[in-house]
């Protein structure tokens, strides 16, 4: 899920994984107009253990599990979620 500002990349050009999937997230949350804040709130009430600041650094990494992922779609209410995965 790329963002429709990024800039196309060059089919050369290595995929920035971390940034693809911190758009995910990010994608996610926008989409639902819920913050960080929100989404630790959530997590909690699903009994995961997330505070603002640790999820602002897991999606400034780009670089969490699809465990934590899994987690942030159920918190959200969902059930599934459509990816696209960037190619050449």
Not at 32 to 39: D, M, Q, R, S
Not at 42 to 62: C, D, M, P
Not at 66 to 76: E, I, K, P
């Amino acid at each position: 899920m790329a963002s429709k500002s990024k800039k196309p990349r060059e089919p050369h050009e290595p995929i920035d994984w971390p940034a693809e999937a911190r758009l995910v997230v990010k994608g996610l949350l926008a989409r639902e107009g819920v913050t960080y804040a929100a989404l630790a709130e959530r997590l909690q009430a699903i009994g995961v253990s997330e505070t603002e600041y640790s999820i602002a650094n897991k999606l400034a990494r780009g670089s969490f599990s699809l465990v934590f992922l899994l987690q942030c779609v159920r918190a959200l209410g969902k059930d599934q979620v459509t990816i696209e995965v960037p190619g050449d």
